[in-house]
């Protein structure tokens, strides 16, 4: 996803100024989000003009926001390549700590093959100019869409963890158009515990541009009640907006802004391959994927679309009646046997090899060398989504599995995420 930063209009300088590009994660949504005290999923690493005389003071301000620069890359305004400035790189990424910023970062410097592993799974890079056609904040904070809940679903079952929904919005009072893999704002009603009005949360969308209805008009989430114990009084707590969204009732009316996010598309290629890795509400994107993918009544108003390739989803869950959407998934299993895999990882009845519980990074160790040679192949994107814990744990099995051919998985993940093939939204 590509920002405008509040210095990109001083960034945009005569010839031989000096300019930068933060590449910044972590970012809110917006300026309006800075005071917020929960978690607000990204949708991908944000892109900042700046010029050399602003660096500090555009640092602290993204540091305010809650984000993190993780490299700067210095643009000289006098090269040019076809008519278009090119930018060198700098190896500044320092085992995820924000690059200091009070001496000019060396020009053309070339990252160190032997550099220190720090978190290398963090969220995929979109290039400046991708996807330019794809909709993006139609409506905003102060303007939201104002739908109503059409249903309000429960997805888990009998003796299964928790409470998780599937809603569905209608949409057709307003503007509201997005793609699979994109993200919608919800503003829960009420005021904050300082007394100002709540600020909207980020959740991903479960259902295809045409919605659960193929008919353009709607708008589904998959969203798990937040549900915590209060690490000083032991109450336990639950999520503002989770809870609000939980206990809707058909007819109720939910401010909706969005759509937002350009990270997690999938590819136009009919005949990729898609690896998918979720945890629990991390199938929101995947199940939109896979409707596009596989569904029937999606292939018939997608004529442009037909599907050919091959998809791998790799599902962690607590138990059996946590596997969200399980019947859908299992149709498309049964019905597309040579183009969809299902690999499910049961922490709580499945043990790993160990004795432990089997959670989705284990899975993908025990299937390692079949997924590394899936992504060696130009054409598969990787799509990663749910909890960040799960991340160092696929890291370490790609990277054995890797090793064995003398690549550097860390080195390697790096050229994915410059040719777009590999996605990561955790949280």
Request: proline share 6%; net charge positive.
């Given at each position: 996803m590509y920002y405008r930063g509040a210095v990109e209009g001083a960034a945009n300088t005569e010839s031989g100024s000096r300019v930068f590009v933060y590449e910044v994660v972590g970012l809110r949504q917006s300026e309006e989000t800075d005071?917020?005290?929960?978690?607000?999923?990204?949708?991908?690493?944000?892109?900042?003009?700046?010029?050399?005389?602003r660096m500090n003071q555009e640092m602290r301000r993204i540091t305010r926001l809650?984000?993190?620069?993780?490299?700067?890359?210095?643009?000289?305004?006098?090269?040019?390549?076809?008519?278009?400035?090119?930018?060198?790189?700098?190896?500044?990424?320092e085992n995820g700590n924000a690059t200091p910023v009070n001496a000019e970062p060396?020009?053309?410097?070339?990252?160190?093959?032997?550099?220190?592993k720090g978190k290398t799974m963090t969220q995929a890079k979109a290039k400046k100019d991708a996807h330019a056609d794809?909709?993006?904040?139609?409506?905003?904070?102060?303007?939201?869409?104002?739908?109503?809940?059409?249903s309000n679903e429960a997805l888990v079952g009998e003796n299964g963890i928790g409470i998780v929904q599937h809603l569905k919005f209608d949409l057709s009072g307003g503007n509201l158009r997005y793609i699979e893999g994109q993200s919608i704002g919800i503003i829960p009603p009420g005021l904050d515990k300082n007394g100002k009005p709540e600020k909207l949360r980020l959740?991903?969308?479960a259902s295809t541009?045409?919605?659960?209805?193929?008919?353009?008009?709607?708008?589904?989430l998959c969203v798990r009640q937040l549900e915590y114990k209060h690490p000083e009084t032991g109450e336990t707590v639950y999520g503002v907006c989770s809870t609000y969204l939980c206990n809707l009732k058909p007819g109720d009316e939910v401010k909706i802004t969005g759509p937002v996010g350009k990270e997690m598309l999938l590819p136009p290629d009919e005949d990729a391959n898609v690896i998918m890795m979720a945890t629990g509400t991390g199938i929101a994107p995947m199940r939109a994927y896979l409707w596009r993918m596989f569904k029937d009544a999606e292939r018939a108003v997608n004529p442009e679309y037909q599907?050919?390739?091959?998809?791998?989803?790799?599902?962690g869950v607590p138990t059996t009646p946590n596997i969200l959407y399980k019947e859908e998934l299992e149709e498309i299993q049964a019905k597309y046997p040579d183009n969809f895999r299902l690999t499910y990882?049961?922490?709580?009845?499945?043990?790993?090899?160990?004795?432990?519980?089997?959670?989705?990074?284990?899975?993908?160790?025990?299937?390692?060398?079949?997924?590394?040679?899936?992504?060696?192949?130009?054409?598969?994107?990787?799509y990663i989504c749910g909890l960040r814990g799960m991340e160092d744990g696929i890291d370490a099995a790609l990277s054995a599995a890797a090793a064995k051919e003398g690549i550097n998985w860390s080195d390697y993940q790096k050229e994915l995420k410059k040719a777009g093939r590999w996605h990561v939204e955790t949280y």
């Open positions: 005071q917020t005290n929960y978690q607000i999923r990204n949708s991908g690493s944000v892109f900042i003009r700046v010029p050399y005389s809650g984000g993190r620069i993780v490299s700067i890359q210095p643009v000289s305004v006098l090269q040019q390549t076809n008519g278009k400035a090119t930018s060198a790189k700098s190896a500044h990424e060396p020009v053309q410097q070339q990252p160190q093959k032997n550099e220190t794809v909709p993006v904040n139609i409506y905003r904070p102060n303007a939201p869409y104002i739908g109503k809940c059409i959740y991903s969308i541009r045409h919605g659960d209805d193929v008919d353009d008009k709607t708008v589904s599907f050919k390739g091959f998809s791998w989803l790799i599902f990882a049961i922490s709580r009845e499945q043990k790993n090899p160990q004795g432990g519980r089997m959670y989705i990074q284990d899975r993908v160790a025990e299937h390692a060398d079949e997924l590394w040679s899936l992504i060696k192949n130009e054409k598969t994107h990787t």
